[in-house]
């Protein structure tokens, strides 16, 4: 069973720095990390999850939303089966419980409707 492990959230103030972490372990045979499309997304208190970036196998193809564009970036080391989010700028609205996550299915501004499997998530609260 595949599981992730997210880390690197923490307590801000407004225009900090953040880098989360995501260490994935128990793929099985024929389905690796290597091969397999990561998510970041995140869910903010009394609100659905929202996804904010993917990232194909390779890295080469990466995508945002609209609300993180510009101020946070995805990366993956296939070597250490790890995702990484750098976050920059950070605001009060970026405030939330970060997950990575596979196979989302997404149902329209950038709402998630569920993900097939994702870590129990990393807090990263951005107040002064």
């Known amino acids: 069973q595949v599981q992730f492990v997210e880390s690197g959230g923490d307590l801000v103030q407004p225009g900090g720095s953040l880098r989360l972490s995501c260490v994935a372990s128990?793929?099985?045979?024929?389905?690796?990390?290597?091969?397999?499309?990561m998510n970041w997304v995140r869910q903010a208190p009394g609100k659905g999850l929202e996804w904010i970036s993917d990232?194909?196998?390779?890295?080469?193809?990466?995508n945002y939303g609209a609300s993180v564009k510009g101020r946070f970036a995805i990366s993956r080391d296939n070597a250490k089966n790890t995702l990484y989010l750098q976050m920059n700028n950070l605001r009060p609205e970026d405030t939330a419980v970060y997950y990575c996550?596979?196979?989302?299915?997404?149902?329209?501004?950038?709402?998630?409707?569920?993900?097939?499997?994702r870590g129990q998530g990393t807090q990263v609260t951005v107040s002064s």
């Open positions: 990232i194909n196998s390779g890295g080469t193809i990466i």
């Open positions: 128990g793929f099985s045979s024929g389905f690796s990390f290597n091969n397999a499309h």
């Open positions: 996550a596979i196979h989302c299915v997404l149902i329209g501004g950038g709402i998630v409707s569920h993900c097939d499997s």
